[in-house]
């Protein structure tokens, strides 16, 4: 992680260590990009919800390939698009895994999340 950033007018370097402080080495830089929003805070989710190991929630086919998969759905048909190992609960955008991390598949995944739960409905 980044600890510190160093320059006189501009960036010129950081000092960048370990979280946990064992290592810390300063780099040159000439600019600094900032990356947030890549761990998903999913941890309050039950365990109905299949997710990876890194906590994004998987959906559709990708869900069928866990070992919890064949304990948790009770249907005969296999999950729809973006739908979750929860019957009825889907997961569109960043949360789930595989996601195309852009803005506008997050939104075209929310409007195709709801026609798949028109589709649900249906059938309940
Ligand atoms: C630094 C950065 C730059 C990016 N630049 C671009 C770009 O240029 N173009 C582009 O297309 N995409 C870009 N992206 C990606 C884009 O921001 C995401 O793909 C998009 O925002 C995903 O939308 P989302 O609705 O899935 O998730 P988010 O936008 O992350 O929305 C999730 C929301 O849920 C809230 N939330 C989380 N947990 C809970 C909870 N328990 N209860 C209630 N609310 C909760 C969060 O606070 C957040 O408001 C960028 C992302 C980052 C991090």
Redesign the pocket.
């Known amino acids: 992680m980044i600890k510190e950033a160093l320059g006189k007018d501009r960036i010129e370097q950081v000092i960048i260590g370990n979280i946990d402080g064992s290592k810390v080495e300063t780099k040159q830089a000439d600019a600094l990009?900032?990356?947030?929003?890549?761990k998903?805070?999913?941890d309050?989710i039950g365990k109905e919800i299949i997710r990876n190991d890194k906590g994004f929630i998987e959906t559709g086919r990708d869900a069928k390939s866990y070992d919890s998969f064949e304990r948790i759905w009770k249907l005969k048909r296999d999950p729809y698009l973006l739908e979750t190992s929860a019957h009825g609960i889907f997961a569109?955008?960043?949360?789930h895994a595989n996601?195309?991390?852009?803005?506008?598949?997050?939104?075209g995944?929310?409007s195709m999340a709801i026609s798949f739960v028109h589709k649900y409905l249906a059938e309940v």
């Open positions: 990009y900032i990356f947030i929003g890549a998903p805070f999913t309050w569109a955008g960043d949360v996601a195309m991390n852009q803005v506008a598949s997050a939104v995944e929310g």
